[in-house]
């Protein structure tokens, strides 16, 4: 075929298009923030937005208006629809980003028992409205059995994205009741795409195929298998090679929505909707430890922002309640529909062990149909198996539903309480940490300096215990003549100053883990340059070897600090460096962000190396001369100053026990007043033998040099110990 023949897309055909997609953004988020300021979740107002600007409401008092920006043609329909379906795919991709497997697995005999009370009780409410119903709701009379069956499924069926969007919105993805029903509503969603599947092949052919039927799910086995054995190990091995390698900003999400895009063709190919395949594909990316976070949030708040709204106001767009002869039917059959899910949810949900109120929930989130229910009732139009009638009862139970699963949802919500493991669940997505949760890829750039080996001193054991990586980065002069000293016999020395002996010391500190320890050498007049390309390889931390004569001077280290896109570490060695086997770690806390991801660093370190950690508070003189909190010499004296120094420090232990238990690091408080307390944080360097100083520092860039405040300057001066001053990424 040549491309060349084909009829091109009209210039108008675009500008109606552009004018449909801003007309549906707006109102869906202009409603949505409505929604949302009532106490009610997003996509209710991104519905309402839909059926606003359709034949309902627009389409009937401005019929003019409504024929001029959504044209009856086909070619224009179907151009908004492609739009909303990509919306449609992306968000599930998002929904298994979300999804816990781990959680899905220990929860997995309440979803299926929900899902198969679920759909058990409305294909036999399904089916006994089918049977009943007078022949005038019948295209044909001699269609009555397929008919049946087939209002059966889509009275069975969940609406997966619909019940997505509703858990994010009221923040219940991350739970377990969000598991069970997200989990619940994959298996309703399975199971019905395969029954519609074979109510479309008997409609076509006008008898079941057996053989349809079971190329269908050996198709689905082989898909599941090889998106866990094969294409797991694939993305992973070429999302590596992209961050590692490709330049071009942005790769890594090209790369997602590749193979997003592929695991939805797959599926829809195998006869199964195209949104398990993308739900499938964003259950494997979390399993990735190198999908970058900031990847992902750029999907999540491009989707969340703007093809989600447009999605659901496409599925309210197709809603024409005028279209209605009467109401009685359709209550009728709402009131089966919600009643089946809720009382055949429940009781599965019982049968699966969930306590009385986390059923009950379970039975109000699965009752909405949403855009599947749409995507059902068009399906049975296109088939010949609906009249005009059945369709508009059909896309109002969907959109009913839909309005009515978040609405109940909110109500039993204040009755289920959150257990501990789901509170750290939830806190562990919204905590944003200095370092990753899994393995760790670090980069020390050095010339062989004492400073730079005690930086890789320091990142050995931790790359060690984590897995992942560690680069020694050494960077080499341009120098004339090279070659022609190879030729001759030259040495081919990194360095003249022993870099190689302590590269060695480095990776023998790798012990059992060396092969993650490498050194990569390259040539290039402008140190700083090399340093942050590098650094934009897929590193997640780096350490670099204070200046000689100040902490930062101005130097590279400098402008490597101010132009990083990631957390860095500045060290300091002592007379020798460390040696990465256990000691004492002080962590000087000032309650700012800051210290908090030094003592993040100091825990994860003091983890690697079997180090002990002591959290150091400082109080400034104001609060010791105004007498809330006794001088030391003076405490056992001052009973309420006491009772107070004590609530401080049991503040500081409760926001520190749980860094503290992740990393099964043993720890203590020690809380000074001083009216110098960085004076006071040397001052217990030199006394109390710690073998490692960590501070937390802002990069100011007031001033050239670089500046971290005149306290972090002077404690590094004067401290009597290795130092490492933690300045995390807060781009």
């Keep these: 075929m040549n491309p060349a023949a084909l009829d091109p897309i009209s210039g108008h055909a675009i500008l109606v298009l552009l004018l449909q997609l801003a007309g549906l953004l707006a109102l869906a988020r202009a409603f949505s923030e409505i929604m949302r300021r009532l106490g009610q979740p997003a996509v209710i107002g991104e519905l309402l937005a839909g059926i606003v600007l359709g034949p309902t409401v627009l389409g009937h008092y401005l019929p003019a208006l409504s024929v001029a920006v959504f044209p009856q043609t086909t070619r224009q329909f179907h151009l908004l629809e492609v739009v909303s379906w990509i919306g449609m795919i992306l968000l599930l991709l998002l929904t298994g980003l979300e999804t816990d497997v781990r959680v899905m697995r220990s929860l997995g005999r309440s979803a299926l028992f929900a899902s198969l009370g679920g759909m058990i009780v409305n294909f036999a409410i399904g089916v006994t409205i089918g049977w009943l119903l007078p022949a005038q709701y019948l295209t044909s009379p001699g269609t009555r059995a397929i008919f049946a069956a087939f209002l059966a499924t889509a009275l069975a069926i969940t609406a997966l994205p619909v019940v997505a969007k509703i858990l994010i919105d009221l923040k219940l993805i991350r739970r377990n009741i969000g598991v069970v029903i997200l989990s619940a509503g994959v298996l309703d969603d399975t199971t ?62 090209t790369l997602i929505l590749v193979f997003t895009f592929l695991s ?21 990316l979390r ?11 750029a999907l999540e708040l491009f989707v969340l922002s703007a093809l989600s709204p447009i999605f659901f106001a496409f599925v309210g767009l197709k809603v024409d309640l005028w279209s209605l002869t009467s109401w009685q039917l359709p209550a009728l059959i709402i009131a089966l529909a919600v009643a089946g899910k809720l009382v055949g949810c429940y009781t599965g949900a019982r049968l699966g062990k969930l306590p009385h109120w986390d059923a009950l929930a379970v039975g109000f989130g699965m009752i909405a149909r949403g855009a599947m229910g749409l995507v059902v009732a068009l399906i049975g139009l296109s088939l010949g198996l609906l009249t005009s009638e059945m369709y508009s009862t059909i896309v109002l139970v969907a959109v009913v539903t839909t309005f009515l699963a978040p609405l109940l949802l909110r109500l039993v919500l204040p009755r289920l309480p959150i257990s501990a493991e789901e509170r750290r669940r939830i806190d562990d ?13 670090v980069l020390v750039p050095t010339a062989g300096g004492s400073n730079a080996a005690a930086a890789l001193a320091m990142a050995a054991p931790l790359v060690g215990a984590r897995g992942g990586a560690l680069t020694a980065l050494y960077i080499e002069r341009p120098q004339g003549g090279r070659l022609w000293r190879r030729l001759l016999g030259g040495s081919s020395r990194l360095a003249g100053r022993g870099l190689e002996e302590h590269l060695t010391h480095a990776e023998n500190l790798m012990g059992a883990q060396r092969r993650l320890f490498s050194v990569k050498r390259v040539t290039d007049a402008d140190t700083a340059a090399a340093v942050l390309s590098e650094a934009r390889r897929d590193y997640d931390l780096l350490m670099i070897g204070a200046s000689p004569h100040h902490l930062v001077e101005s130097s590279p280290i400098s402008r490597i600090v101010a132009s990083a896109a990631m957390p860095v570490v500045i060290v300091r060695a002592a007379a020798l460096p460390t040696d990465g086997s256990g000691g004492r770690l002080l962590v000087a806390l000032d309650g700012s962000i800051f210290s908090r991801a030094a003592a993040e660093f100091a825990f994860a370190y003091a983890a690697a190396s079997s180090a002990h950690v002591t959290l150091l508070h400082v109080l400034s003189e104001t609060r010791v001369s105004t007498g809330t909190l006794a001088t030391p010499e ?17 503040k500081i232990r409760a926001d520190f026990a749980r860094m503290a238990e992740d990393n099964h690091v043993p720890y203590d408080v020690r809380l000074l007043a001083s ?21 937390g520092a802002e990069n100011k860039l007031l001033a050239r040099p670089l500046f971290f405040g005149q306290g972090t300057a002077a404690i590094v001066d004067g401290a009597e110990c290795t130092t490492a001053v933690v300045i995390p990424s807060l781009g």
């Design 192 to 253: 019905g795409w395969l029954v519609l599947s074979v109510i479309a092949g008997i409609a076509d052919a006008g008898a079941f195929s057996p053989k349809k039927l079971t190329l269908t799910l050996v198709g689905l086995v082989v898909y599941v298998l090889l998106m866990r054995y094969v294409v797991y190990h694939v993305f992973s091995r070429v999302l590596r090679y992209v961050n590692e390698r490709v330049e071009i900003a942005g790769s890594d999400l």
């Design 264 to 284: 939805a063709a797959a599926t829809e190919a195998i006869g199964v909707h195209a949104v398990f395949g993308a739900f499938v594909m964003g259950l494997l």
């Design 287 to 297: 399993q990735v430890p190198r999908v970058r976070q900031s990847s992902q949030h």
């Design 429 to 441: 997505h919204g905590r944003t940490g200095m370092l990753p949760a899994g393995p760790l890829r």
């Design 634 to 650: 003076r405490r056992d004296s001052h009973a309420v100053a006491h009772t107070l120094e004590a609530s401080i420090a049991a």
């Design 675 to 695: 009216g110098d307390p960085s004076g006071t944080i040397v001052d217990v360097t030199r006394s109390e033998g710690f073998d490692l100083l960590v501070l």
